[in-house]
T-cell receptor, first 113, second 115 residues
Framework: LAKTTQPISMDSYEGQEVNITCSHN???????ITWYQQFPSQGPRFIIQ???TKVTNEVASLFIPADRKSSTLSLPRVSLSDTAVYYC??????????????FGSGTRLQVQP | DAGVTQSPTHLIKTRGQQVTLRCSPK?????VSWYQQALGQGPQFIFQ???????QRGNFPDRFSGHQFPNYSSELNVNALLLGDSALYLC??????????????FGPGTRLTVT
C-alpha cells in the first residue's frame, strides 16, 4: 500500500480557504486518493475521492497533479465546524482483497473565530 | 434511512474478561468492517466480513474474532482483554454499489475501557 505523509496539524481562521497537502510518492497506477474527516468521538466521514486532475463536490475540492505523487484537499471558507482531523488514504478500491482502509495519523485542523 | 448503528455506546470491562460489540450496517450494505482507534491515532483495520465470512484481516491477534449474520449485522468479540485494548471500536459498512469507491459509512463507535 502506498504510504502517505501529511502535516500533523494546521491552524486557520473562519472564512479562509484551507489547503491540506498529502504526499504519496509510491502511488500505484490503479490507486485512488480518498479523504476522510473525523470529528471527536465520531466515526470518520468520507469527503471526496479522485484519481487525477480535479474533483469538486459540495464539501471540498481535490487537486491531483499529473504525476499523482501528491494531492491537495481544499476546503473553501472554513467555519468553526470544520475543526476536525482529516485523513488522506491511497489504495485500489477495485481490489476486493484490499478493501480495508489504511489510515495514517491525519492532519488536525483547528479553525479559530 | 438509518445509518450505521453500534451498541453499546460505552463499555467498561476488567482485564481478562470478554466483550462483544454489535453493529448494524447502513440499509442496502452487505459488507462490514471493524476498526480500532486508540486515542490520538487513526483507525486501524481489524477485519472485514462479507457473505458471513471473514474476507480480510488486519494485524490483530486471534483474541479478536467476529461474525456476520444473514441480515448483514455483525459482532466483534474480544477475549482475554488487555489494558491496551482500550479504544474506540468503529464499525463501517459498504455495499456493492460503491464500486470504484473507498466510501465506507462509519458508525459512532463503541468506547471500550479496560481496567
Amino acid at each position: 500500500l502506498a504510504k502517505t505523509t501529511q502535516p500533523i496539524s494546521m491552524d486557520s481562521y473562519e472564512g479562509q480557504e484551507v489547503n491540506i497537502t498529502c504526499s504519496h510518492n509510491n502511488i500505484a497506477t490503479n490507486d485512488y486518493i480518498t479523504w476522510y474527516q473525523q470529528f471527536p468521538s465520531q466515526g470518520p466521514r468520507f469527503i471526496i475521492q479522485g484519481y487525477k486532475t480535479k474533483v469538486t463536490n459540495e464539501v471540498a475540492s481535490l487537486f491531483i497533479p499529473a504525476d499523482r505523487k501528491s494531492s491537495t484537499l481544499s476546503l473553501p471558507r472554513v467555519s468553526l465546524s470544520d475543526t476536525a482531523v482529516y485523513y488522506c488514504l491511497v489504495g485500489d478500491p477495485m481490489d476486493t482483497g484490499r478493501r480495508a482502509l489504511t489510515f495514517g495519523s491525519g492532519t488536525r485542523l483547528q479553525v479559530q473565530p | 434511512d438509518a445509518g450505521v448503528t453500534q451498541s453499546p455506546t460505552h463499555l467498561i470491562k476488567t482485564r481478562g474478561q470478554q466483550v462483544t460489540l454489535r453493529c448494524s450496517p447502513k440499509s442496502g450494505h452487505d459488507t462490514v468492517s471493524w476498526y480500532q482507534q486508540a486515542l490520538g491515532q487513526g483507525p486501524q483495520f481489524i477485519f472485514q466480513y462479507y457473505e458471513e465470512e471473514e474476507r480480510q484481516r488486519g494485524n490483530f491477534p486471534d483474541r479478536f474474532s467476529g461474525h456476520q449474520f444473514p441480515n448483514y449485522s455483525s459482532e466483534l468479540n474480544v477475549n482475554a482483554l488487555l489494558l491496551g485494548d482500550s479504544a474506540l471500536y468503529l464499525c463501517a459498512s459498504s455495499g456493492a454499489g460503491t464500486g470504484h469507491s473507498y466510501e465506507q459509512y462509519f458508525g459512532p463507535g463503541t468506547r471500550l475501557t479496560v481496567t
